[in-house]
């Protein structure tokens, strides 16, 4: 896994969190000052992972991932 589970207080992500988390943080340009752009990157990945047909998206889905991130 790409990410440190050490600094993740040893919690594991599911594989779409992890896609998302990731969308985030390894593509920030600047991560000192998160901006728009980061933003939108990991919306994009967030409907890459929870997209269950075109345009379908589950908002419980949205909501457990949701609950998933913030409990890192």
Known sequence: M???EKQLGGKRMTEASQ???KAFWEN???PENIDPW???NALREVINQLQQSPGVISCADVLELCDELEKL
Do not use: E, G, I, L
């Open 2 to 4: 790409w990410y440190n």
């Open 19 to 21: 896609k998302v988390w």
């Open 28 to 30: 920030t340009k600047y």
């Open 38 to 40: 980061n933003v939108a």
